[in-house]
């Protein structure tokens, strides 16, 4: 099917394949596994298509829906500038799937119908019991969940199985060695034993000096640290429920009207209070029902002769949402169990219990409680949820009418936000100042109030908007703009960021001061006695667990490298030095070697065919590029990045 890997060619071709990638791996990382490089290579860098190559074409529109259906669930989508910045990452993975596909089908690989039908039965959702959920409820699923039509979805699914086969042909000469095993074995399950003195750097800070030009050194070199974003401030008027109930009456009129009009919600069906003990007989022999029934007639007997029905159904039914409840299940209407239970239900009377209930799962004994005939609630039954509902519509209605009265006239005159609101009876307030995804002062959290937030003019009026707490008419009350800040402004901050740099610096140092004498010649924990250092000794930890659950055995290569008795160099473990001297080693239990060996193989073989794939993605990419098959417009992409971070502009 596919000619390139076609019979003899196909192992010569792999053996050349993986020679190429694993070279490349091997200088350094040659290929960068990285988003698109610069450079303009499109011939047209005013057109609006951001990546070409051949008769595919990637457009800033087509971007921006992937964007926006990526991040549609998250709050990074809310922000343009970080939009801006995941928008070449995205483009990148978007002309990698496509290169991809092309040079699949270019090498003859194919998905056959039957294929793509097999995929789409096993797809989640569209097959029950094995079963094909059918044609409508596929497309129904496909157009509402996916947001997509068939043929699109069989398209993706159809790419998604080409891109598979293409990488299976790649990948599949890569193997893993029984030495790589073994080793990875070994490096899994050898132990260390240390002692060690850590250098904290926090115990550091109050020995750093701090200058005014040592200060200000600082600072400049780290301005950008330090760049304050946009914040705004609004003025608002919030109209609450409480504001217009006062306003609001419902008469007995309104009340009766709306009775006579909704009777059918006022219509109570027949319901049954009940209880019940269960005895599962699923699956069960003929033998075994007998058992399970003889049990259920004993039961039976008991509450016949005057036994507690809640403790005997707490003690024997096996129903696990009732049973600790007594056996309580509630009131149940016509339709909400089985026939069998129902029908006997319904003709016991309150305080009644049922024989011996027999069902497709099981043997029921039931007991009723209270009745319910069916009936109309009386309008006097109903009259406080009436006027509860009648009042919280006219409430509602009351606080739209007046937001919309107060936008209107704002809106007209926002140089006069306050007098307008004042001749409303409205109160306005000012926010402080917040930043983008902040919460807004005295408003809370609120994605649309945030986009409305930074998009509004100084001293524009926006639509109403209804939070929790109530409908809210904002007007941009200041903006100030993204800034890097003087000195002065910051200097707390700065002079905190500056002990802790420094103070890495003297704990380094303190760190270094030590390991160079013991290496000279001292002894480890006698030498630390002298110094005020305190010496700590490991339990026994192998590479992926921690030490005293604050430093990660990954960290500790050397405990591992050095013999017994032998002391590392200075050691970063996060923010800290750490020194330390190997106690003793524990080798592998090669009685486990067996055991691990199967996983051990299959992580290593999945996670080399995984960087071999993308090795190989990365290095078709580049060579598209350079062949100038494939085309990236980075004035269009400027253009669209821009765009975001305009938008608060």
């Known amino acids: 099917m596919y000619r390139f890997f076609r019979g003899k060619n196909r192992q010569k071709t792999m053996k050349y394949l993986l020679i190429f990638f694993l070279g490349i791996v091997s200088v350094g990382m040659v290929v960068t596994l990285a988003p698109l490089p610069s450079g303009d290579t499109s011939a047209n860098p005013s057109s609006n298509v951001l990546a070409s190559m051949g008769d595919f074409q990637i457009t800033t529109q087509d971007l921006q829906k992937q964007l926006s259906t990526r991040f549609a669930q998250s709050p990074l989508g809310n922000n343009p500038q970080l939009m801006a910045q995941f928008a070449p990452n995205v483009l990148d993975s978007m002309v990698l799937d496509q290169i991809i596909v092309q040079e699949a089908e270019r090498e003859g690989l194919e998905v056959s119908d039957a294929e793509l039908e097999k995929a789409i039965r096993s797809y989640p959702g569209l097959s029950q019991n094995g079963q094909f959920v059918g044609m409508t409820q596929y497309q129904a699923m496909v157009e509402q969940a996916m947001n997509m039509t068939v043929p699109q979805f069989e398209s993706q699914l159809r790419e998604g199985l ?4 293409l990488r299976d042909v790649i990948t599949d000469a890569v193997q893993v060695s029984p030495a790589e095993v073994h080793q990875e074995f070994v490096q899994r399950n050898e132990k260390a034993k240390i002692d060690y003195v850590l250098f904290n ?4 800070t109050k020995d750093v000096q701090v200058s005014p030009s040592q200060l200000d050194a600082y600072f400049a070199t780290n301005k950008d640290k330090y760049t304050q974003p946009e914040e705004r401030s609004l003025r608002y008027v919030l109209i609450d429920a409480d504001h217009v109930r006062p306003t609001v009456q419902v008469s007995d009129d309104e009340m009766r009207n709306y009775y006579t009009q909704h009777l059918n919600d006022y219509r109570v069906p027949d319901e049954v209070k009940m209880s019940q003990i269960l005895f599962k007989t699923g699956g069960k022999t003929p033998d075994e029902v007998a058992k399970i029934r003889q049990t259920a007639q004993d039961v039976l ?23 600790q409840k007594g056996g309580d299940v509630g009131w149940i209407q016509h339709g909400q ?7 006997v239900a319904f003709s016991l009377q309150p305080g009644q219990t049922s024989g011996l ?4 799962y099981g043997i029921v004994i039931i007991k009723v409680f209270e009745k319910q005939t069916a009936h109309v609630q009386s309008f006097e039954a109903s009259r406080a949820g009436i006027e509860n509902t009648l009042q919280k519509d006219k409430v509602d209605s009351a606080m739209s009418q007046l937001a919309d009265q107060f936008s209107t006239a704002a809106k007209a005159d926002p140089q006069h936000f306050n007098q307008v609101a004042a001749k409303l009876g409205l109160q306005v307030q000012t ?4 930043r983008p ?5 005295d408003l809370g959290i609120s994605q649309g109030l945030q986009a409305l937030a930074f998009q509004l003019q100084t001293n524009q009026v926006g639509d109403p908007l209804t939070l929790p707490k109530g409908i809210v008419i904002v007007q941009l009350a200041d903006d100030v703009a ?3 800040p003087k000195l002065d402004e910051v200097r707390p901050q700065v002079e905190q960021d500056y002990r802790t740099e420094q103070s890495k610096v003297i704990a380094e140092e303190k760190a270094k001061e030590f390991a160079d004498k013991v290496k000279n010649g001292g002894d480890f924990k006698k030498l630390a006695q002298s110094m005020g250092l305190t010496v700590k000794e490991s339990k026994d930890f192998a590479r992926q667990e921690t030490v005293d659950n604050l430093i990660s055995g990954n960290e500790l290569g050397e405990a591992f490298a050095l013999q017994p008795g032998q002391t590392s160099g200075v050691i970063t473990a996060g923010a800290n030095k750490l020194v330390l001297q190997v106690a003793s080693h524990t080798p592998a239990d090669e009685a486990q070697f067996a055991v691990q060996r199967t996983q051990i193989e299959q992580q290593l073989l999945d996670q080399k065919r995984s960087f071999a794939w993308e090795v190989y993605r990365q290095a078709l990419k580049q060579r598209l590029l350079k062949e100038g098959k494939l085309k990236i417009n980075q004035e269009a992409m400027k253009a669209l990045q821009a765009s975001y971070t305009n938008q608060n502009s």
């Open 482 to 484: 993204a800034h890097t």
């Open 337 to 343: 169990t089985v026939q069998q239970v129902e029908s």
């Open 357 to 360: 209930i027999t069902t497709d």
């Open 437 to 441: 995804n902040a919460p807004i002062p």
């Open 201 to 204: 750097s926090s115990d550091f």
């Open 301 to 323: 007997t008991q509450i016949q002769k005057g036994g507690d029905f809640a403790d005997l159904a707490k003690k024997n039914s096996e129903d696990t949402t009732s049973a």
């Open 162 to 165: 080409l891109t598979e086969k």
């Open 431 to 434: 926010t402080g100042l917040f």
